[in-house]
């Protein structure tokens, strides 16, 4: 049987951080939707694919965003050079 859980589980603050979405019913739902579903719905995580990619995922990238890993990258970088 596959783990239920997404592999960036235990280390991903949107799970591990309460008030990390702002508000608890949001981060509920994006942990039942994406991180205790199955690898099919975790997969389509930009959070795991961020972190897969480039080996850490900014703070502002949400499951469901529509940025590509690199926009999200060239937006990260942005915020943190001005």
């Not at 592999?7 to 019913?25: A, H, I, R």
């Amino acid at each position: 049987m596959e783990d239920p859980y997404c592999p960036n589980y235990s280390s991903c603050k949107l799970v591990n951080t309460v008030g990390f979405t702002g508000d608890e019913q949001t981060r509920t739902q994006y942990i039942q939707v994406y991180c205790e579903a199955d690898e099919s719905k975790w997969n389509n995580c930009k959070r795991l694919i961020v972190k897969e990619k480039f080996h850490f995922c900014p703070d502002f990238v949400m499951p469901d965003t529509n940025l590509s890993p690199d926009e999200i990258i060239d937006k990260f970088d942005d915020e943190n050079l001005n």
